[in-house]
């Protein structure tokens, strides 16, 4: 399964606030949101050196218009992520972590995103670790499989810190899951 965590206590407590649909794109589907990243993300240099970001070893890129496949699969993906009705933030985030980037803790910012937070997970593996922000022993990982979409709702949006670890940190239940370079599509909500 996609779900471990420190206790049987924090797994009930997160579960009906996280979900992960694996394959939720196809390896074309796949292809084709790469290929339209791509054009965004080429012209940026991988940012390692700013200490104090909350990412290290990326670089991003904002897309508003999208393909006819690429739209398609983001109107599904509000479909499933997102209440009925609720507004969207317009752009749609592309986040390109290097092999040796990583995503420290953080909560996303309650003035510029609301409720939800849904990925798409293209290229590679990766182990996404949800901590209690009153209780730092407690962990949830959940396992994002290449392909995958992920969506973090409510209480595991506001109370949890999330983080994308580093290779050398990448375990799910024990075993190894190779963090290769990897980009993710996020869609999110406004606040209300
Ligand atoms: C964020 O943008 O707040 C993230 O943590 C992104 C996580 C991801 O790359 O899927």
Redesign the pocket.
Known sequence: KWLHGSSQEILSVVRGHVEVRQNFISEEEENALFKEVETGLRKKRYEFDHWDDAIHGYRETERLQWGVMCESILRRVRAVAFPEGSPLLGPI?V?D?DKEGY?KP?I?SVKFCGST?A?L?LLSDSV?RIVPENKSTDWVDLLLSRRSL?ILRDDARFKFT?E?LKDEESFFSGQKVPRHRRI?V?CRNLPV
């Open positions: 985030h986040l972590l995503i953080h996303d937070i990925g997970s996404m992920y999330h994308i993710s996020i």
